[in-house]
């Protein structure tokens, strides 16, 4: 049972440039979550899914996009990166509204 | 709104010496609350919860934590350090629908020989 993966691990983006982070979830999991990390600051949400086809904000969502097509996977895009997006990124996913998260083990971003 | 203040963003204890991590947090009425530990380089796990059932909560790895309504607080213990308790331990309480959770800031717990 895989969990929740994340790709890529690792990534150097330039100004301007635009990514997609992959999440996917072998659970059968309905809530799925976007969060940054950034040192000192804990975890802010970007976005968030309660089901396949319903996306929303969370607390920081500008400067990305993230669609749910499917209750597996839960992509976010980048679509012009900046040096203020520099920061690691989580994936989570839930079966419902407990409060226990299952995170991916994280994609470190740097924009340069 | 409910938000949660880890009081120390640094704690050092001695292998075998007991371990506080301090959380206080603001609600207005008697939140859940949750303890999540994030080893180096891997992603978050839930340590143990509280969902007003009971106000001493176990959880994994012989850490546990008290709810204290009349000092708002929820600080996690343990008896006894171990080498691979060093990690970063994240308060939260859930803000919100759709399972929304507030983190705070961490702390973060070194562990010497």
């Known amino acids: 049972n895989a969990g929740v993966t994340q790709t890529p691990k690792f990534r150097i983006l330039k100004i301007g440039q635009s990514m997609t982070l992959q999440c996917a979830q072998d659970m059968n999991h309905n809530y799925m979550y976007w969060y940054r990390q950034d040192p000192g600051m804990g975890l802010k949400l970007i976005y968030y899914s309660v089901g396949a086809g319903i996306t929303d904000k969370g607390e920081v969502p500008n400067g990305y996009n993230v669609s749910r097509s499917t209750t597996e996977d839960f992509p976010l895009r980048l679509e012009l990166a900046a040096p203020s997006q520099t920061s690691v990124y989580f994936c989570?996913?839930?079966?419902?509204?407990?409060?226990?998260?299952?995170f991916g083990e994280g994609s470190r971003l740097t924009v340069l | 709104a409910q938000s949660v203040t880890q009081l120390d963003s640094h704690v050092s204890v001695s292998e075998g010496t007991p371990v506080l991590l301090r959380c206080n947090y603001s609600s207005s009425y008697s939140p859940s609350l949750f303890w999540y530990v994030q080893h180096p380089n891997k992603g978050l796990q839930l340590l143990l919860k509280?969902?007003?059932?009971?106000?001493l909560v176990k959880g994994i790895n012989g850490f546990e934590a008290e709810f204290k309504k009349s000092e708002t607080s929820f600080h996690l213990t343990k008896p006894s350090a171990h080498m691979s308790d060093a990690a970063e331990y994240f308060c939260?309480?859930?803000?919100?629908?759709?399972?929304?959770?507030?983190f705070g800031t961490g702390t973060q717990l070194k562990v010497e020989l």
């Open positions: 939260v309480v859930p803000t919100g629908g759709g399972n929304k959770l507030t």
């Open positions: 509280y969902t007003s059932a009971a106000t």
């Open positions: 989570a996913s839930s079966y419902k509204n407990t409060g226990e998260l299952f």
